[in-house]
C-alpha cells in the first residue's frame, strides 16, 4: 500500500503542479475566497480520483496480458509525449497559453454570473471547472492505470493528497509562483516519471 501512495502522490504531484487545473484554482482564488475555491477544487479533484479509481478497478477484470501492455504503452506512450513537449518549450518560466486558457475557461463560465457570489456558487464554480479541466487528462488516465495494479486505498490516498497539495499551493500562492514555475523542468521530471513507470509495468510483465 505504501508503494501505491508514494507512486500516485509523486504521479500527480508532480504532472499537476503548474497545469491548467493549477491556474485556475490560483485565479480563482485571487477573485473569491481562497478557503472557498480550494473547497471547491479539492472536492472536484476528490471526486475524479474515486471516480478513476472505480474505473480501473474494471478495467482489472480485463485478462492481465492486456492491462499489462495497456499499462506499458500507457506510461511510455506519455512519458515520450512529455519528453518531446519539454524539448519544444522555451527555457523560460511559465506556460503563458495554459495560463489564458485557464483565464478564458473562467471568463466563460462568469460571463452570466452576478459580480457578487454567495459562498454556494463559488465552491460550484470551483468545483465545475476543476472537475471540466481535469477530465481525459493524463493523470486521470494514470489514475486508472494505477489503480489496476496497486491497492485501491493507497492509490486514492496518495493521488487526492497529491492534488490537494497542488491545488493549496495554487490558492496559497499561486500568483508568486506563475512567475517562477519552470512548465519545461516541470513537464521533463513527469516524463521521466511516466517512463519510469512504464519500465516498472514491463520489467513485472516479463
Same mark, same amino acid.
Given at each position: 500500500? #505504501?508503494? &501505491?501512495?508514494? &507512486? ?17 484554482? &490560483?485565479?480563482?482564488? $485571487? ?10 477544487? =479539492?472536492?472536484? #479533484?476528490?471526486? $475524479?480520483?474515486?471516480?478513476? =479509481? ?6 482489472? /477484470? ?10 506499458? &504503452? ?6 515520450? +509525449? /512529455? ?23 473562467? %471568463? +466563460?463560465? %462568469? ?22 479541466? %481535469? ?10 492505470? #494505477? ?7 493507497? =492509490?486514492?490516498?496518495?493521488?487526492? /493528497?497529491?492534488? @490537494? #497539495?497542488?491545488?493549496?499551493?495554487? =490558492? ?5 509562483? @506563475? ?5 519545461? +523542468?516541470?513537464?521533463? @521530471? ?9 519500465? $516498472?509495468?514491463?520489467? %513485472?510483465?516479463?
Amino acid at each position: 500500500m #505504501l508503494a &501505491a501512495f508514494i &507512486a500516485s502522490f509523486l504521479l500527480i504531484a508532480v504532472s499537476e503542479l503548474g497545469d491548467k487545473t493549477f491556474f485556475i484554482a &490560483a485565479i480563482l482564488a $485571487m477573485r473569491h475566497s481562497r478557503r472557498l475555491v480550494f473547497a471547491g477544487a =479539492v472536492s472536484a #479533484l476528490a471526486a $475524479m480520483t474515486i471516480l478513476s =479509481v472505480l474505473v480501473g478497478q474494471v478495467a482489472a /477484470l480485463l485478462p492481465k496480458t492486456y492491462i499489462q501492455y495497456a499499462e506499458i &504503452a500507457l506510461f511510455l506512450g506519455f512519458g515520450l +509525449k /512529455l519528453l518531446y513537449e519539454a524539448s519544444k518549450m522555451p527555457v523560460s518560466s511559465c506556460d503563458t497559453e495554459i495560463i489564458q486558457e485557464a483565464k478564458t475557461a473562467i %471568463e +466563460k463560465a %462568469e460571463f452570466n454570473l452576478p459580480k457578487t457570489q454567495n459562498a454556494g456558487a463559488i465552491i460550484a464554480e470551483a468545483f465545475t471547472l476543476t472537475f471540466l479541466s %481535469e477530465w481525459g487528462d493524463r493523470t486521470q488516465i494514470a489514475t486508472i492505470a #494505477l489503480a489496476t495494479r496497486y491497492p485501491v486505498v493507497g =492509490v486514492t490516498i496518495g493521488a487526492i /493528497l497529491g492534488h @490537494a #497539495l497542488c491545488a493549496a499551493l495554487a =490558492v496559497v500562492c499561486g500568483r508568486m509562483l @506563475a512567475g517562477r514555475i519552470s512548465e519545461r +523542468k516541470l513537464t521533463i @521530471a513527469g516524463g521521466i516519471l511516466f517512463i519510469m513507470f512504464g519500465i $516498472m509495468a514491463a520489467v %513485472e510483465a516479463a
